[in-house]
């Protein structure tokens, strides 16, 4: 299975959206891959409410009928993860990190005593590994020549909290400078082009999971 986490509040018009469908039609043609769609943008998570954080945060054994009906969104989301080969992330940079809808997505699926548990040595992941391929859309760019006019704390915060649950392979492919003309999208869609295939082709040698490879 794969899973497809999607975040863009633009619908058809996200470019992040558009690179991240263009993936999955891509692994449907190498693999009979079944696809599981967690649109958090049609489907907003509801944050996180005090009841929630209690039952995230007390010994398995102490929680009741209301801590756990409280877990229950989140138990979904493990879930999903748990079941997939591989996983599929894209999303919009919003202020230099995840929108809000992802970041709460985080907030369900990285869970003390579920996905990771705290050691001496630090946070240990409790999901086994599989690929996690990021797609990021940004309006302005990271490097020279057009300006070195932002930092980028998205991608490393989403790679630390995936290798918290114990995600290690991570692929990340940025897409830049989306808000500045038709060449620059053009630019970026040929980039995404070739990473998909890139990715694709790499991933059928590696024949990960449980997918028939077609
Ligand atoms: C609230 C908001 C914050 C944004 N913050 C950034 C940012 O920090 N850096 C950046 O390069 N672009 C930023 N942008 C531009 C988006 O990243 C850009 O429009 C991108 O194409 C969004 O992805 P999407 O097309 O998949 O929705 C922001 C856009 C919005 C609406």
Redesign the pocket.
Known sequence: MLLHVS????GS???????GQAFIAKFREIADIIITERDLSRRPPPYPDQTFVEASLMAAKERGTRELAALAYSETLIAELEAADLVVI????????V?SVLKTWVDYVVRPGRTFRNTPEGKRGLLSNRPVFII???????SAPIGR??TDFLTPYLHYVLATVGLHDVFTLR?????RGTAAIEQAEAQATAWIIDQATRWQKRQHGGCRIL
């Open positions: 975040a863009s509040p633009s018009a996200s470019h992040s959206r558009k690179a894209d999303t919009p940079m919003h202020n230099f990190i929108p990021i859309a940004c309006g302005g760019s990271f006019e932002q897409l830049e400078n989306l808000r």
